[in-house]
């Protein structure tokens, strides 16, 4: 490793050994630092095994008390609590609740802050005063965070939108992938990672890159009953971009558009603005100031719609919004899901509707294409690694072998799939002295070929969602593991059957499968 400094692993609390003792203690720590009377279906679980030394992914909706399962647990726990987290804004308020709420010492670090004060933080570390630190995934980069945290004593680890770790989720990130050989650095602290939508593979991903050893899993329901699921079919563009606008226009709100490129953003935006609807556009091409402006006016309710790319939504905790459409196709059902569970998160009627033509699928398959990969040019890789005496970096890599940021990233992941690599935390990456580099470099090519394969299977899903007749609830659900059976009486396919249908969305459509 990169580090070769021993960490320090803090013991634990004895629990006591009764399940209904260990119950009341959980309970009590809860209502003394939470206020909370009861916990929530899987809270208790997996804060039990956490205190119990298990791994444990949790997959809960948005708003079910995924960080309430680290604070207690993290409270019970002598040593450090550390949570990683992508947002920096968000940290920011997690940091601010658990001093209001359980007047812990609640520290942070990240690119947001002067190097002083990050350094501040670090000789807190020292001292043995943070119980909770946060952290983004890109502060693992220096040598000198991890070694901080190995003297400190890291006794849960937490991995905030734990999704992103995998390629096959909807907000994959290539700083997350570090997280597993951190977590080894760190003597394999008890880890929680914590998600609110992951299919079964997506899980399988979460638990073999993190290192998860025989973990808990908890998956608390996918179904958003309140939310009515629409598909609109189209010929032409024209057709389609006035069905949006016209429907923007009269739809209950606030409300967001998703779409699949900026100009399409900034384009409707100016249409809906034209028809008199207070709206924002939102796309990575902005700067962060401007993202933070619009991401603000829109929470505060200064305007009603925002139409924006898939950039805008992690962390977005807005209760009202009464509907999530989407002019452009995503790449995945998980894409997809992610997205329109945005809307109705107060449990009140909301709508979700994708507005489709047949050719949005070709236009998304070119958009989302996997890098395809030689196995000379990733064998090229593995022997400018090998050809190094220990670590060396990525942008020492990408000059020697001239390949695209895209290629090289690809070729060191496939590489470290199959065993011939090792990412350290630092981002530096070692040789495996046992790998035999062209069989190496051959399997990790077919491995980025069945990735290809895997995103246009992914894409043809979507497709197929498009095309249903039958209960697109029930298709959601099952392709996320839930049994749930149609019909659901609050999609278009189930009113075709059932004009005269009544929801009630406090009560929700499903019915219990025998």
């Known amino acids: 490793m990169a580090t070769k400094k021993k960490a320090r692993s803090p013991k634990k609390k ?20 939470l206020g909370f009377d009861t916990l929530r ?13 298990r791994n444990c992914l949790t997959i809960m909706p948005t708003g079910a008390g995924k ?20 947002l920096i804004a968000l940290q920011k308020d997690q940091v601010e609740a658990i001093r209001e709420q359980m007047d812990e010492a609640a520290l942070v670090i990240n690119s947001a802050q002067r190097a002083s004060e990050n350094r501040e933080v670090f000789e807190k570390l020292q001292e043995g005063a943070g119980k909770f630190v946060f952290l983004a995934p890109e502060q693992f980069h220096k040598r000198e965070t991890v070694e901080a945290l190995q003297s400190a004593g890291v006794s849960l680890f937490v991995v905030d939108e734990a999704h992103c770790i995998s390629e096959w989720g909807h907000d994959f990130r290539p700083d997350y992938l570090r997280l597993g050989p951190v977590i080894e650095a760190l003597g394999h602290p008890v880890t929680l990672a914590m998600t609110a939508t992951a299919s079964p593979e997506v899980r399988d991903e979460i638990v073999r890159r993190l290192g998860l050893r025989d973990p808990e899993i908890i998956v608390q329901g996918f179904d958003r009953p309140n939310i009515h699921l629409r598909v609109d079919r189209f010929e032409n563009e024209d057709d389609k971009l006035q069905a949006l606008v016209h429907r923007v226009r009269w739809a209950h709100k606030p409300g967001i558009v998703y779409v699949g490129t900026r100009r399409n953003a900034e384009e409707i935006m100016r249409l809906l603005k034209d028809e008199g609807v207070d709206s924002l556009f939102y796309h990575a091409g902005l700067k962060a100031s401007e993202r933070t402006a619009i991401q603000e006016q829109f929470m505060a309710g200064q305007d009603d719609v925002i139409v924006a790319t898939n950039a805008f939504g992690m962390g977005i905790d807005k209760s009202d ?28 009627k909301s709508e979700a509707i994708l507005f489709f033509r047949p050719q949005d699928i070709g236009a998304q398959k070119f958009k989302a294409g996997e890098t395809r990969l030689e196995p000379e040019n990733i064998e090229h890789v593995a022997e400018i690694v090998a050809g190094h005496d220990g670590p060396v970096g990525a942008e ?4 020697q072998s001239n390949l695209s940021e895209r290629k090289l990233t690809a070729a060191i992941h496939r590489l470290e799939d199959v065993g011939a690599l090792e990412v350290l935390p630092s981002g530096e990456v070692c040789i495996d002295e046992a790998a035999r580099l062209s069989e190496a470099a051959q399997a990790a090519a077919e491995e980025q070929e069945r990735r290809r394969e895997m995103k246009r299977q992914r894409l043809l899903q979507m497709e197929e969602y498009a ?26 396919n189930c009113e075709k059957r059932n004009p005269d249908i009544a929801v009630d969305p406090s009560i929700g459509t499903r019915r219990e499968v025998a």
């Open 321 to 348: 919004v009464r509907f999530v459409y989407h002019y452009d196709v995503t790449d995945s059902i998980d894409s997809y899901y992610q997205e329109i569970g945005r809307a109705g998160r107060d449990g009140e």
């Open 67 to 86: 960080s309430a399962i680290y604070q207690i647990a993290g409270s019970m726990m002598k040593g450090l609590t550390l949570i990683v987290s992508p």
């Open 396 to 399: 020492e890599i990408a000059e």
């Open 467 to 492: 095309g249903l007749n039958s209960c697109r609830r029930e298709y959601l659900l099952r392709y996320f593991g839930d049994q749930f059976s149609g019909p659901c009486n609050n999609c278009d």
């Open 14 to 33: 004895a629990l006591p050994k009764k399940n209904h003792a260990v119950k009341n203690q959980i309970l009590e720590v809860a209502h003394r630092e």
């Open 41 to 53: 279906p899987g809270q208790e679980t997996a804060v039990r095994a956490l205190l119990e030394g």
